[in-house]
């Protein structure tokens, strides 16, 4: 059982679709700094492909629906410098491919696959999408969306460069919100470090907003040490962890509901299964109604039938 606080009956981003042995795409590149030197040289984006060209059904999907086209082709390359990372079960790679690939997949946090990020030339990422229907067609206008959201942030941006103190704050803060959240918890620290300074007695609540996504992403952090510590099956050790979470953060509520639904997991992976029906029904107590509620049940009345004699 893969551990992932996405939780319990998480659906699997590929699916076996037959095993595929292709080769780096034409107009690609699988040099992440050649890219970021070429971007930067022609005033282009990066369109950064984290793939298993070989087992991941959906990342052959978008290839051969998307990538492979001609229509596809005919535009990408004018706003893109497009990259492959690649993880694979039996092509080919380089020793150097294979630790730049690896190092990137942890930068970047790639939890599944496809996992398509849009970048500046820098490699600091602006969007992050995946499989969608309809071909080059429709693919093309999302990324097109997904440009916007580059153009929004390096506005706000420039305008944060116009002004001081609060302005400037609020400014930090516009361009953020059009990255997202999840990227910029992940990839823009230094900007909230920023904010939360020049907004320093919190008048314009962004102390209070940054502080709590900050620790958010702590907790985030946290839960994966724990996590790692399961997959490693070193359990007392997981279990240890995540208690300390919950203390030192007093969690409550969807937060205690997840950890104690992890902890529910890892006794399930263990062979504990009455231990791990008891926890995850505490888990259900904590927030009946919640969004991870029902998975939970499945998962209890899962291991309850296997339980059954």
């Known amino acids: ?18 095993v595929s042995a292709f080769a780096t795409p034409e107009g690609w590149t699988e040099d992440f700094e050649a890219a970021k030197a070429d971007a930067a040289a022609s005033g282009k984006d990066l369109l950064m492909d ?11 999907k978008l ?3 998307v990538f492979d086209t001609e229509a596809f082709n005919a535009q990408a390359f004018e706003n893109f410098v497009l990259v492959e990372l690649d993880y694979p079960n039996d092509v080919d790679q380089s020793d150097e491919i294979k630790a730049q690939n690896e190092e990137l997949k942890n930068i970047y946090s790639i939890e599944g696959y496809p996992t398509i990020l849009l970048a500046d030339a820098t490699g600091k990422p602006y969007a992050q999408t995946g499989y969608q229907p309809g071909g080059p067609e429709a693919y093309l206008p999302h990324l097109e969306e997904l440009r916007a959201v580059r153009v929004a942030r390096d506005e706000a941006f420039a305008a944060a460069e116009l002004v001081e103190g609060i302005e400037k704050a609020k400014a930090l803060d516009v361009a953020l919100d059009a990255v997202g959240i999840e990227l910029a918890v992940a990839h823009y620290g230094s900007t909230i470090d920023q904010i939360v300074a020049l907004d320093a007695d919190d008048a314009a609540g962004l102390k209070s907003k940054y502080g709590q996504i900050q620790n958010a992403g702590q907790i985030e952090a946290e839960i994966q040490e724990a996590i790692a ?12 962890r995540l208690d300390k979470v919950i203390e030192d953060h007093g969690l409550q509520g969807e937060q205690l509901q997840m950890v104690t639904a992890i902890k529910g997991q890892a006794y399930a992976q263990k062979g504990e299964i009455d231990k791990a029906i008891e926890s995850l029904q505490e888990a259900v107590a904590v927030t009946p109604d919640s969004e991870i509620a029902p998975q939970i049940k499945q998962f209890i009345e899962m291991l309850e039938s296997q339980a059954a004699p």
Do not use: H
């Open 50 to 60: 984290f793939t298993g060209s070989d087992w991941c059904g959906w990342c052959i």
């Open 229 to 240: 510590l399961f997959e490693g099956e070193d359990y007392d050790a997981g279990f240890a």
């Open 1 to 18: 059982m893969k551990f992932k606080t996405t939780l319990v009956a998480a659906t699997m981003a590929c699916s076996m679709l037959g």
């Open 63 to 65: 290839r051969e629906e």
